[in-house]
């Protein structure tokens, strides 16, 4: 892969995680450029950047950090050599990062190639599947309407949890204990889904009470490096939000 230096960064994200890559990003000496809808024009990831402009209408509070097209022209009108996603919005985006791609702009994170394997959990679940990994029970179809969501839920039986395909960080996710919860949480995902990742898909698995949530983090680079970073116990939890993130297990 040809390597590429850049000297002019964005971060499309908003609050603490955009002033962490902002700070990180100053620290290396490059500068930097923020995106704020009218709703965060006093906020602080705001002026932390060198750079900083609007994004959507005044009537749009949240919904511009997920309009791609919008993000890729500022970026290109101001001379952005490469994006920082933060976590949550685009950051888990196939779309967003293959648009980075065809762009020629740099996306700070995986491959578009990468993340359709890995970051959608239904064809992460997939691969896993192909390569003899052990899953918990999970839906096998398209969840497209409640009737697909019934049905699979009774086939893998209750209790189950509503999960959304993108994403992270306990979006969209809903524990359920029989079909009248299934038809709430079923709309209620899909629309927490949307709004937090601009993906609406969801999956069902199992539920599993009292599971110990253990997670190894890997790291690479473009020049073949990989590294992990040794274990976490993410156990500790409250309304499906990890409390302890780093420990080992």
Do not use: W
């Not at 293959?98 to 702009?105: A, D, L, N, Q, S």
């Not at 697909?148 to 994403?167: H, Q, T, W």
């Not at 190894?216 to 490096?225: A, F, R, T, W, Y």
């Amino acid at each position: 892969m040809e390597k590429r230096r850049f000297s002019k960064l964005m971060v499309a994200n908003r609050g603490e995680i955009a002033i962490r890559v902002l700070r990180a990003a100053s620290e290396l000496g490059l500068r930097t450029v923020a995106v704020y809808t009218f709703e965060d024009r006093y906020s602080l990831h705001r002026y932390k950047a060198d750079e900083a402009y609007q994004i959507g209408s005044a009537d749009e509070p949240l919904k511009p950090y997920l309009n791609i097209d919008e993000i890729i022209r500022v970026a290109k009108e101001h001379g952005v050599e490469a994006i920082h996603p933060g976590y949550g919005f685009l950051s888990e985006n196939v779309a967003f990062a293959r648009r980075c791609e065809e762009e020629g702009i740099i996306f700070v994170g995986p491959s578009s190639e990468t993340m359709a394997r890995l970051g959608d959990k239904v064809e992460a679940k997939k691969l896993a599947r192909e390569i003899g990994v052990p899953l918990i029970e999970d839906s096998q179809i398209d969840l497209n309407t409640i009737e697909d969501a019934l049905s699979e839920a009774n086939r893998i039986g209750f209790p189950i949890m509503v999960k959304a395909a993108s994403g992270g960080g306990g979006r969209g996710m809903r524990v359920v204990q029989n079909e009248e919860e299934l038809r709430k949480a079923f709309i209620e995902a899909r629309r927490e889904a949307k709004t937090a990742f601009g993906d609406e898909t969801i999956f069902l698995e199992k539920y599993i009470a009292n599971p110990k949530h253990i997670e190894i983090q890997i790291l690479g680079d473009s020049e073949g490096n990989l590294i992990h970073l040794y274990e976490r116990d993410c156990s500790v939890q409250r309304r499906v939000q990890k409390v302890v993130e780093i420990a080992p297990s």
